[in-house]
């Protein structure tokens, strides 16, 4: 569709300038080729001079905190991060953040998916490591000896990244996968893979995302899954504490704010975006769950 090329996703470049200002001098310390890789410290350069609205990124990113407390939404999901934890915003996955936070530290490091791809690495391997999916378990909490290997891991690829000359991106995908192998012990994991339920439900939740502009009904996930509605909006709501219909609906509606922040498309064009023909239809839903008609939450976050 057409009107697909007007969907904006931050790029490193482009999200530093909107949220850091274009005077800040932390720009300095990112060079020409970070759009495709940088790990620095938090402390460093997570001086943000807005809030986030909701916003898309075409990199991963993982946050490691050594101090203090990380709040972000991932989704409609609150996320905070402690220390010896990290947290993973997979590239694609819509987050904000709603509250200017300096008070902690750690790293941030941040690559493009291409990165994986490579003498190391293939594009499978996003299977190997489930938090690089959209679906997948965000945060990963270390041991106090686990948190120094981390450490040292991210240290490592700092220093390569402000030092080297030019960057060895063999050297960095080695160091990536060798970090998520750690993270990948240190997630937790459910015995056998976890009850039916649990499967089901994680199964669904992969699903929504490429699916929701589309396909709004429970009857079709339930069908692509091989099991009722019924049967889908139990397992569901067990694990998840929701319906399988609430979480469909959260997910055109943050679809809905990022496109009504992050583009110029008319509410109509965002009502087809997010598979609402009836723009009306979609305007009382949106006003259903935000209190607000879409152009009102536009001209709020114009505002902000």
């Known amino acids: 569709m057409e009107t697909n090329e007007k969907i904006k996703t931050y790029g490193a470049k482009g999200f530093r300038e909107k949220f850091l200002g274009l005077e800040n001098p932390i720009h300095k310390l990112f060079k020409t080729n970070s759009g495709h890789f940088f790990c620095l410290k938090i402390e460093e350069i997570m001086q943000l001079q807005y809030p986030v ?19 972000m939404k991932l989704g409609f999901e609150e996320c905070l991060t402690y220390k010896n ?16 936070n300096s008070k902690h530290s750690g790293f941030i490091c941040q690559f493009h998916p291409d990165l994986l791809i490579g003498k190391y690495g293939n594009r499978d391997i996003i299977n190997d490591f489930d938090f690089l ?10 041991s106090e000896k686990d948190a120094v290997f981390i450490s040292n891991i991210l240290n490592r690829l700092k220093v390569e990244y402000l030092e080297a000359e030019t960057i060895n991106l063999d050297l960095i995908q080695t160091y990536l996968v060798t970090l998520f192998c750690e993270m990948n012990r240190n997630t937790v994991k459910i015995p056998n893979g976890g009850t039916a339920a649990e499967i089901l439900s994680a199964k669904f939740k992969e699903l929504i995302y490429p699916n929701i502009r589309t396909n709004h009904q429970v009857n079709y996930y339930a069908s692509l899954l091989n099991v009722t509605p019924n ?74």
């Open 53 to 71: 609205p909701p916003s898309k990124h075409d990199c991963h990113t993982l946050i490691f905190i050594t101090s203090g407390t990380h709040i």
């Open 85 to 100: 934890e990290i947290i993973v915003v997979p590239a694609g996955q819509i987050f904000s953040l709603e509250h200017i």
């Open 133 to 142: 999916k959209i679906s997948g378990n965000p945060k990963i909490i270390f």
């Open 231 to 304: 049967h889908l909006n139990k397992s569901v709501k067990a694990t998840t504490g929701k319906s399988a219909t609430t979480w469909i609906d959260e997910t055109i509606l943050l679809e809905a704010k990022y496109l009504l922040y992050q583009t110029t498309l008319s509410v109509s064009e965002i009502a087809m975006q997010v598979g609402h023909e009836d723009q009306s239809y979609f305007s009382r839903f949106f006003k259903k769950h935000e209190a607000m008609s879409p152009v009102q939450y536009r001209k709020m976050i114009d505002k902000s």
